[in-house]
């Protein structure tokens, strides 16, 4: 059980563009889910926190209109990057946690590419 | 806020035992995290700390003394395929939903 995936797991888009990546929830009910960011050799930077129906919450320094966030239901949430630059190439990783659990399930990750 | 700091690289061979520390100072305690990922995977959870003590499970043990900020992670007959970073997390109780914040990781390589 507990299971998150995410979509794509690796894509490559050009400087401009705007890039949405799912996470699902595959059998449980995400209550919250977070997104981070990892680069290169370093650990992972929580950019925002989703909970399903309201607005996220952002981390200080994340630009909340350049990484869009939509948690519709508790088994979805949605990241898009928009107007992406090759600064935002990185690892994005999803996390999914419910109010019954102490645990954050995480997904396999989508990796991205701005050329 | 929060500041969680750990070793940035350790070296160990093949069948020994390696402890990874993790300090943090934090403005409300509520569970330390364990977690191994593997380069270009998402991390895999191992262990929860939440009261002082030792946690084991088989060969990884992990440890907590709330009075110091300190934790601990015990890697037992280290095989080469622990080879990975260690990620400390620590949870805030005074930030709703469960968030957690990660040290910068510890990276791990196993020698024969």
């Known amino acids: 059980g507990a299971v998150v995936s995410q979509h794509p797991s690796w894509v490559i888009c050009k400087s401009g563009t705007s890039v949405k990546i799912e996470c699902r929830s595959l059998?449980?009910?995400?209550?919250?889910m977070f997104w981070y960011r990892q680069f290169p050799k370093q650990s992972l930077m929580l950019m925002a926190t989703?909970?399903?129906?309201?607005?996220?919450?952002?981390e200080q320094g994340v630009e909340k209109d350049k990484f869009l966030i939509n948690h519709a239901s508790l088994t979805l949430s949605t990241l898009t990057v928009t107007s992406a630059h090759p600064e935002d190439s990185s690892f994005y990783i999803c996390?999914?946690?419910?109010?019954?659990?102490?645990?954050?399930?995480f997904g396999p990750g989508t990796r991205l590419t701005v050329t | 806020g929060q500041n969680i700091d750990q070793p940035t690289e350790m070296t160990a061979t093949e069948g020994a035992i390696v402890q990874i520390n993790c300090t943090y100072q934090t403005s409300g305690f509520n569970g330390l995290f364990w977690y191994q990922q593997h380069a270009g995977e998402a991390p895999t959870f191992l262990s929860y700390n939440v009261l002082d003590g030792l946690e084991e499970k088989g060969r990884f043990s992990s440890f907590l003394s709330r009075s110091k900020g300190y934790s601990y992670l015990l890697l037992k007959e280290l095989q080469m395929k622990d080879s990975a970073s260690y990620l400390c997390a620590v949870r805030d109780s005074k930030a709703a939903g469960n968030k957690l914040t990660f040290g910068g990781g510890t990276r791990v390589l196993v020698k024969p």
């Open positions: 989703s909970n399903e129906g309201s607005k996220a919450t952002y």
């Open positions: 996390s999914a946690s419910t109010r019954a659990s102490y645990e954050q399930y």
């Open positions: 059998d449980f009910q995400a209550t919250t």
